[in-house]
Structures are given as structure tokens and as C-alpha cells.
């Protein structure tokens, strides 16, 4: 099915036949009703969509009907080198002979309440772009009318109070900065009281027993770890730590062919939060490996195997960066190499 907002263009590909039947149909459960009431044995069948914009309800609603239904990826769907010709029709037919054929591969569809709590903490994630643009719009009126800072790390206690004093003559640029500056503060109470409910998230089941162990690692406290959790849920899923790391998207690009091997950036596929999440917790491992007071609390009910483990991803990261660091290589090339390995510490440490 190649499936938009208000139509799903179908493609049947019945036993022994190698032409699909193509349908167009709107996009609503009546339509797709009769479009499965017409086959007799429905147990039989087999559906599959792309991923996209219109979510998992079309995969809840056949799967209710009893109609096996896979999500696929829309990154790892083969295609032609030489197409270049997209249609509907021809999306539908592809699909349907590639789902036949086993090419396509499925993804893990969320529950109900996999999928709000994973909305959820990806909403923090837009309050925190919502509030840095807000920031970065102080800092562009105020460079523009010559009020720089000059006192190192912008956004402290003593910037926000700089920002504050900042006087002008004109009522219209008083103004102005009133109203960026309660844009800022709206934001940063809607930060705060959603990372609110997300505590109480992350102190219940079924979410609590992966938070405790993630948040065993440096670098990862409380939200962190619930951002992973609830983005990766099942972990078992993955066969190895390579897996993990792919999708994560944190292994290299590869263009090899004979003798000739090329490798390039990382490929960025699969799911970003996670990718980010890993990234920035990265950082903490150019320092010496420690266990501070915030770290200690996180670890206090831990099992002996956890901290072990967690101890020797400290060492591990830590020299990695050092020596990364030592050999020239980019801090931006080096975080991404010691996140890719912590992937690898955490998948461990979650299917252990």
C-alpha cells in the first residue's frame, strides 16, 4: 500500500500471479474495511506500508481485522539505480513484489503507550530548540544594537542579569526586548514543567528498570536514559552491538569494491534521538574516569555486574578519547567514535 493522507493506492498480488491488480481507494476504516471484506480468507493475507507521516494506525486497524501487517523502512526499500520515474501506482507494485519476494524490511511497531511516552520526550526535544532560537534571538537583537557580552558562557545566572539591565533609549527597543525575553521564559516554564512529568515517567514501570540501569553510565542521568528507553524499548531485537550502532546511525559509510576501500562519514540512518542522546553523553568521557556524587546516587541500587561494566566503559571511553584526541583527530570526529562504542556499552548492558 502507498498510503498519503487522503488516499491509499493498493496493490494485489494474488497466489501464482506476477502482475499485481492496482486500486485506488480514500483513506478512511470504511474504505479499507470493504477493501479487506473482499477477500475471503483473511488470514491469508499479507500487507505492508512505508513508514511515514501517518503513523501506526493504519497497521493497528488492519491488524484488529486480522490482516498480518508490516511497517517497512522506507530507507532499505531496493531500488533501480536507473529509475527515475516515482508514481503511487508504481510504489504500490514495488511493494507488493518486493513484501512477496521477503526484500523488505519490517520495523518494530510501539504500543499505545510506547508511542505517548516516546511523543513525549521527543517534545522535550522541540521545547529545547523552541528555547534555544528564543535565546538566540536576544543575543542577535541585543549584538545588533552593540550590547555585546563579553564575560564568557552566555545564559549563566550573571548573563541572564546583564541581559536584564540592558537599558535603551528608544521605547520601541525596550519593548523588543521585553517580549523576546518573556518568549525565553514561557518557554523555559513549559521546559520545566514537562521534564517535570517526565520524572514521574521515569519512576514507573515499565520504563523505571531501564532508566536505573542506563543512568548507572556516565553521562547519562535521569532524562537521558529515558529518551533511550523509550525510543529503543526492546533491545533484544537487536542481535549484536554492531546492529545497535547501526541504528543508531554512528558506523561509517562504506563505498568498496575490489581492492579499493573507502569509508566516510557516518551514515545518520535510523533513529536520531538516540543518536543524539548518545552523542552528547559522549562528551563526559574526556575526563578522567571518576565517580562523582550524581553518578554514585544513580548507582546506589545497582547489581555488582552493572557497575563493572559501567566502570569499564569509563576506562575504555576515556582512553579511546585521549588517544584519539592525542593522534589530531577532530573533537567532533572523536565524540562520534567514543558515542558509537557506547552504543555498543549500553546494548550490552540492556540485553545482559
Known amino acids: 500500500m502507498d498510503v498519503s493522507k487522503d488516499a491509499i493506492v493498493v496493490g494485489v498480488l494474488h497466489p501464482g500471479e506476477e502482475v499485481p491488480v492496482v486500486d485506488r481507494i480514500f ?52 531500488k533501480g539505480a536507473g529509475e527515475r520515474v516515482k508514481t503511487d501506482r508504481r510504489d ?61 558562557v ?22 523588543t526586548l521585553a517580549t523576546y525575553r518573556a518568549a525565553l521564559m514561557a518557554r523555559e516554564a513549559e521546559l520545566a514543567a514537562l521534564e517535570a512529568q517526565l520524572h514521574e515517567l521515569a519512576q514507573c514501570e515499565p520504563l523505571h528498570a531501564a532508566v536505573s540501569r542506563l543512568g548507572c553510565y556516565r553521562g547519562i542521568a535521569e532524562l537521558t536514559a529515558l529518551t533511550l528507553a523509550a525510543e529503543v524499548v526492546d533491545w533484544h531485537r537487536f542481535a549484536s552491538a554492531r546492529a545497535f550502532m547501526s541504528y543508531s546511525g554512528l558506523i561509517p559509510t562504506e563505498y568498496s569494491s575490489g581492492d579499493r576501500i573507502r ?3 557516518i551514515t545518520k540512518a535510523g533513529s536520531e534521538p538516540v543518536r543524539t542522546a548518545l552523542t552528547e553523553s559522549a562528551w563526559s568521557y574526556q575526563h578522567r574516569p571518576t565517580i562523582g556524587a550524581p553518578l554514585r546516587r544513580r548507582q546506589q541500587d545497582a547489581t555488582a555486574e552493572t557497575l563493572a561494566r559501567s566502570w569499564k566503559a569509563q576506562q575504555r571511553l576515556c582512553g579511546k578519547f585521549r588517544r584519539m584526541a592525542k593522534a589530531g583527530k577532530s573533537p567532533a570526529v572523536t565524540v562520534v567514535a567514543v558515542a558509537r562504542e557506547l552504543a555498543g556499552f549500553v546494548w550490552a548492558e540492556m540485553t545482559s
Open 27 to 78: 483513506n478512511d476504516e470504511a474504505s479499507l474495511r470493504r477493501l479487506v471484506g473482499r477477500f475471503r480468507d483473511r488470514w491469508r493475507l499479507a500487507a505492508c506500508y512505508e513508514a511515514g507521516p501517518g503513523g501506526y494506525e493504519l497497521h493497528r486497524l488492519l491488524t484488529s481485522m486480522g490482516v498480518a501487517c508490516d511497517v517497512v523502512a522506507p530507507s532499505l526499500i531496493p
Open 92 to 152: 504500490a507494485i514495488r511493494l507488493a513484489r518486493l513484501h512477496r519476494a521477503g526484500e523488505l524490511t519490517a520495523i518494530r511497531v510501539p504500543t499505545i503507550a510506547e508511542e505517548a511516552v516516546r511523543d513525549l520526550v521527543r517534545t522535550r526535544a522541540d521545547l529545547l530548540d523552541d528555547r534555544r532560537r528564543a535565546q538566540q534571538r536576544i543575543n542577535a537583537f541585543l549584538l545588533r544594537h552593540g550590547r555585546v557580552w563579553r564575560g564568557g
Open 154 to 175: 552566555r545564559w549563566t545566572k550573571i548573563h541572564r542579569q546583564w541581559v536584564a539591565s540592558q537599558v535603551f533609549d528608544e521605547p520601541a527597543l525596550t519593548a
Open 263 to 265: 569509508r566516510g562519514g
